[in-house]
């Protein structure tokens, strides 16, 4: 942890907050994810599926090539994942969209 950091200190992320919001306000809004522990990230978080996630990364113009597909929690969630410079800052996307069951053999429709 980076003790002893003033508001002032986060001011890059702050900074690229502010220009999204005005760039980007009509894109779905994120959880959004600024640190003492890395002060100069802001992190994007998308929960309700992977679309947003899609939009942003397009907006952006961050390339397909450049996001990270995992998977966790047991295979149930798949998570994208891309970071660009952006501002002075390290913008982080992150995705999390449920991984649907199999469907079972010999199953009704």
Known sequence: MNEGLRL???AVPLR???LLAVDFGHLPAPEIGVSTVYPDRLVLRFHAGLDDFETWRDALGI???AVVYREQSDGRTRT???SIDYAGAVLELTGYGDIPAPALAGSAA
């Open 8 to 10: 002032d200190d986060l």
């Open 16 to 18: 690229v907050l502010r």
């Open 63 to 65: 390339a397909p090539s």
């Open 80 to 82: 994208l994942k891309a």
